[in-house]
């Protein structure tokens, strides 16, 4: 049986009542608010908006674990001048409270390096942000993933990490091949979070054209590609590879002497 802290014991019953910021703040600021001629309330109210800002940066910090990121990138980090296929302004709904209040999606389509995956992260991590929870994924891990499920027959269990959260990023769709069932459990994941008007943010590198034989299933496909878009965006980044920037083409000497 616990024995209850003394009540003169305030460091004992901040612990017990879990409020770590109060804790570590109080007995400095109580110096500081004798010295001060600070109110009882203001002194509270510092304390306690100490304390909400501690729990939403550790809600945040848990929260960007669970979502399985890749790395952390944020949509203040891209460089929209450099990409400029697409502008800041374009993913307005994407990056606030109405991304999940709607259930908005988006397809990021382009070649490599035009940053689809960096907005897929920094869109998810601003969810994060808003209060909601993301999870990330590339396509070949959740198709994967999915598909031994589904050869055990514990599909329905395996769909649960992918559809239950408000945003989910899936990263890299048409890099690998995939199995003879890639569009009916991609189906699964996009159909269940469309009925729940859930957010997903796909990327690619394959025009939507294609998508029918990176999934050996046109018609499926076309099914999955008809619900993203539904309450979604299709961008399509171009321009030159931000990996490759600074690659400087080399010319054969030979090759200026002819010219």
């Known amino acids: 049986m616990s024995t209850a802290a003394p009540l003169s014991d305030l460091d004992a019953m901040l612990k017990r009542l879990h409020l770590p910021s109060v804790r570590r703040l109080y007995p ?3 110096l500081r608010a004798e010295a001060e001629g600070m109110s009882y ?24 674990r669970k979502a399985k990121f890749p790395f952390l990138r944020t949509i203040e980090e891209f460089d929209f001048t450099f990409q400029t296929s697409v502008r800041l302004q374009m ?3 994407l990056l606030g409270p109405e991304l999940v209040s709607e259930g908005r999606c988006a397809i990021l389509s382009g070649p490599p390096g035009r940053g689809k ?4 992260v920094a869109i998810g991590y601003r969810a994060i942000q ?12 959740l198709i994967g993933d999915l598909s031994r499920a589904a050869q055990r027959g514990r599909l329905e269990e395996a769909l649960e990490p992918y559809v239950h959260p408000h945003v989910l990023v899936i990263d890299e769709l048409g890099y690998q091949s995939y199995a003879a069932d890639a569009a009916n459990v991609l189906f699964r994941v996009v159909s269940h979070r469309h009925l729940n008007h859930r957010s997903t943010i796909v990327t690619t590198n394959k025009p939507l054209a294609a998508l029918g034989q990176v999934l050996h299933d046109a018609d499926l496909a076309e099914a999955i590609l008809d619900r993203l878009l ?17 690659h400087k083409e080399e010319v054969n000497p030979s090759e200026e002497e002819a010219a």
């Open 28 to 30: 400095d600021l109580a």
């Open 41 to 64: 309330r203001d002194f509270l109210e510092i304390l306690i908006c100490e304390e909400i800002a501690h729990r939403a940066q550790t809600r945040i910090t848990r929260s960007v």
């Open 91 to 93: 993913l307005g709904t």
């Open 117 to 120: 995956t960096h907005l897929g």
């Open 130 to 141: 808003n209060g909601f929870e993301s999870r990330f994924t590339s396509a070949d891990e």
């Open 230 to 246: 539904e309450r979604g965006t299709h961008y399509v980044l171009r321009g030159r590879s931000y990996r490759t920037r600074h």
